[in-house]
């Protein structure tokens, strides 16, 4: 990867900031171009404003810095696309779009693009969900994931287009401050475990979801766009797991390094969403093509939060 030239687009979010700094120890930090609708003020490094639905400005982008590989982040995530369904279709396909069309016309050479576990419905099998099954999504975001998944595929097999692509559970990280996302609960917990040690969740007990430690996530990512071509076998996108709990067994598991912390339970829409997705996750191509294997678990996740979040607020 030594000569790549990596543009990340939807840089400032939940995954862009810990992959930017991931990407930049193994590319080279100068290597390694940020973009966003707005610039951050700690930001650091090479940087671009830009909106991904303007193709224009993404070409000039790609051209100034001769870009050979877009990660393309930007997104509306479950719950807030959910209220504004008609923009988080034209943003989470117009995005994908104009990166695939720009790699069919050969002015990049390979593309990153995260599909969910939202592309999974009501229908799909919920335990050990496999890579093929039913997937009947029933939200705006797991229909554009979906439709997402099935034009990478078809660039891939029409023109050759190199996409790769994982379908991510719910990751949990402590570098930024939890999204527009169903499974977010599992971030702000440990935001408000430490802040007021209780918290309310708007998912109710008893709901399993499938998660991951962002360091896996982000580890997975690189490992997927390392592969050689020839172990990229499945170009829709990979299924992956971490672990999987629900708010009572990662209060518990909070519990251990905060006694006093208690959990409660205020339901709301997003519970629906949360319903019509799988509880864990078989993941047996990924670790069969590319080596994929998890590192963290609950408690080791938790301590790992804890840790930092703690260290983080004493210093602000
Ligand atoms: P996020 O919401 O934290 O970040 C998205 C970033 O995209 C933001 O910084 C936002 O400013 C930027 N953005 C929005 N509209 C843009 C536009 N028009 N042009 C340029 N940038 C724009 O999301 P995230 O959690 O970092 O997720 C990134 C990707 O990973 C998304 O495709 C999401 O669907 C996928 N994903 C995330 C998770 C998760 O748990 N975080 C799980 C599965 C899949
Ligand atoms: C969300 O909850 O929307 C995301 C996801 C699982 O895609 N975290």
């Given at each position: 990867m030594g000569t790549e030239k990596i543009l990340i687009i939807g840089s400032n979010g939940q995954i862009g900031l810990e992959l930017a700094a991931s990407l930049r120890q193994h590319v080279g930090y100068d290597n390694v171009i940020c973009s966003d609708l707005r610039k951050l003020d700690f930001q650091e490094g090479p940087f671009e404003l830009l909106d991904v639905l303007d193709k224009n400005r993404f070409l000039e982008i790609i051209k100034k810095h001769q870009i050979t590989q877009v990660y393309l982040l930007a997104a509306l995530l479950s719950a807030t696309a959910e209220k504004n369904p008609k923009f988080a279709w034209d943003l989470n396909m117009n995005g994908l779009f104009h990166i695939l069309d720009?790699?069919?016309?050969?002015?990049?050479?390979?593309?990153?693009?995260?599909?969910?576990?939202a592309v999974f419905g009501p229908s799909t099998p919920r335990a050990n969900t496999p890579q093929y099954t039913v997937m009947e999504p029933n939200t705006i975001y797991g229909i554009s994931k979906q439709a997402g998944e099935r034009f990478c595929e078809y660039y891939h097999q029409k023109y050759g287009v190199d996409v790769r692509s994982i379908r991510y559970p719910g990751l949990i990280g402590w570098k930024s401050a939890p999204g527009g996302g169903?499974?977010?609960?599992?971030?702000?917990?440990?935001?408000?475990?430490?802040?007021?040690?209780?918290?309310?969740?708007?998912?109710?007990?008893?709901?399993?979801?499938?998660?991951?430690?962002?360091?896996?996530?982000?580890?997975?990512?690189?490992?997927?766009?390392?592969?050689?071509?020839?172990?990229?076998?499945?170009?829709?996108?990979?299924?992956?797991?971490?672990?999987?709990?629900?708010?009572?067994?990662?209060?518990?598991?909070?519990?251990?390094?905060?006694?006093?912390?208690?959990?409660?339970?205020?339901?709301?829409?997003?519970?629906?969403?949360?319903?019509?997705?799988?509880?864990?996750?078989?993941?047996?191509?990924?670790?069969?093509?590319?080596?994929?294997?998890?590192?963290?678990?609950?408690?080791?996740?938790?301590?790992?939060?804890?840790?930092?979040?703690?260290?983080?607020?004493?210093?602000?």
């Open positions: 720009a790699a069919k016309e050969g002015l990049i050479k390979k593309v990153y693009w995260p599909s969910s576990i169903t499974t977010d609960y599992a971030v702000h917990i440990y935001h408000e475990a430490l802040k007021s040690k209780t918290y309310t969740s708007f998912l109710k007990a008893g709901t399993i979801l499938p998660m991951m430690y962002m360091d896996d996530a982000i580890r997975a990512t690189i490992s997927l766009m390392e592969a050689p071509a020839e172990l990229v076998k499945i170009r829709s996108s990979y299924n992956i797991a971490g672990m999987s709990f629900d708010p009572e067994e990662i209060a518990a598991s909070i519990r251990k390094y905060i006694p006093e912390f208690t959990i409660n339970y205020a339901p709301d829409y997003r519970q629906a969403i949360a319903d019509s997705w799988p509880q864990s996750i078989d993941d047996s191509e990924a670790r069969e093509h590319w080596g994929w294997k998890p590192e963290f678990d609950l408690d080791k996740m938790t301590q790992v939060m804890l840790e930092n979040l703690k260290a983080t607020s004493s210093q602000s």
